[in-house]
């Protein structure tokens, strides 16, 4: 008998309407286009607006959407995981939340994964063990944040990078050789202290100290984060394909956490991919943390052909990293 791989057999984005471009922040914070787009890679962004839409909106639009792409019925749903930053509340779990709301039923088991901006390739390959295995049939992983609800628009150095978005995948058995075939993951908590939001949790709950610090907001040491995910996320994409003996020609497309063009690039030069196989949208949404790497997949869906190699890499705080190589299925 042929094992069981997981494979992605649909795959749905939702972004958020209002766009905050770079011109726009020019007027809020002492930056320029200019600025942005040579040292990030972004022109604009989407930013959720609504009174009390969290992360669990965006996360309801892009599961709805798949479910109906794929003519799936909620109930068949045995799993969804949920990878998101930015959770509605502390608890219940965003995924509780993102499954009532598509109409999963009480069998469908759901929880959150919090790994930062790696938490969709976390996500996904906790989830595929769950296909592997043949415990479960159908699992939707999420990947949704609302980096607004944590960003202070004083920070210049934050505020033009992150924004708002959310991206769904559905999982189910393979056995014709496609799916994922293998993942490094990798985490490290000495980078806590270089990204992170300090307050809000049960360390340093919310005070009116806290407000007046400005702790509820992401704090990162840019230059530091920006020199780990350089180094980790390329080195991880490296062993990853070389341990699979794939060759630059063998990688149909690299698909990467969207945090800062210059990182990708490093990626991409590491295993000497040309330009035409980086899957880039950075431009259009910034870094939508547990968005980005399904939003670049339903961006750029239409390319893949049943059995393209693809390589999915991710860095984000923590710190945290990995790489995962998949056969697309279909
Ligand atoms: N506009 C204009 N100038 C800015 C700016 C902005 N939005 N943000 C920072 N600067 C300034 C800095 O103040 C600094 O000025 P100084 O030299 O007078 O002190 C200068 O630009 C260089 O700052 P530095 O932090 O070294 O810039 P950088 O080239 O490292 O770019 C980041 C800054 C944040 C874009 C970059 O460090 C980065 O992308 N880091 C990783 C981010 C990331 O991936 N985060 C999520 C993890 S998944």
Not at 162 to 172: I, M, N, T, Y
Not at 259 to 287: C, M, S
Request: charged share 20%; net charge negative; with cysteine.
């Amino acid at each position: 008998m042929k094992p069981i791989q997981a494979a992605i057999t649909g795959v749905q984005g939702y972004v958020p309407e209002y766009v905050l471009s770079n011109a726009e922040l020019e007027k809020m914070v002492d930056t320029t286009d200019e600025w942005i787009t040579s040292r990030t890679g972004i022109k604009e962004r989407r930013l959720l607006k609504g009174e009390g839409l969290g992360a669990s909106y965006m996360g309801i639009q892009a599961a709805k959407g798949l479910l109906e792409k794929t003519q799936t019925d909620a109930k068949e749903i045995d799993m969804l995981i949920c990878a998101t930053a930015t959770p509605d509340m502390v608890f219940p779990a965003t995924a509780n939340l993102i499954a009532q709301g598509i109409g999963c039923t009480a069998d469908c088991l759901s929880y959150d994964i919090m790994a930062a901006c790696s938490g969709f390739l976390f996500a996904l390959t906790t989830a595929s063990k769950f296909i592997e295995t043949g415990v479960f049939k159908k699992i939707i992983v999420v990947g949704t944040d609302k980096m607004s609800s944590i960003i202070d628009y004083t920070d210049r150095q934050t505020c033009v990078i992150f924004g708002d978005g959310a991206g769904a995948v559905l999982l189910e058995a393979n056995t014709e050789g496609n799916g994922l075939i293998d993942h490094i993951l990798r985490s490290d908590g000495a980078g806590s202290e270089f990204l992170y939001m300090k307050a809000g949790g049960s360390r340093y709950p919310a005070s009116t100290q806290t407000v007046a610090n400005k702790e509820h907001y992401v704090t990162q040491h840019g230059s530091v984060v920006f020199k780990h995910a350089v180094k980790n996320m390329a080195d991880t994409s490296y062993e990853l394909v070389q341990r699979n003996g794939l060759s630059a020609d063998e990688i149909a497309y690299l698909v990467p956490h969207q945090a800062n063009l210059r990182i990708i690039d490093a990626t991409a030069e590491r295993l000497g991919l040309n330009p035409n196989k980086v899957l880039i949208n950075i431009q259009r949404y910034g870094n939508t943390t547990n968005g980005t790497i399904p939003l670049c997949l339903w961006d750029f869906e239409s390319q893949f052909k049943k059995g393209d190699n693809l390589v999915l890499a991710a860095f984000g705080g923590g710190f945290t990293w990995g790489a995962a190589y998949l056969k697309w299925a279909y």
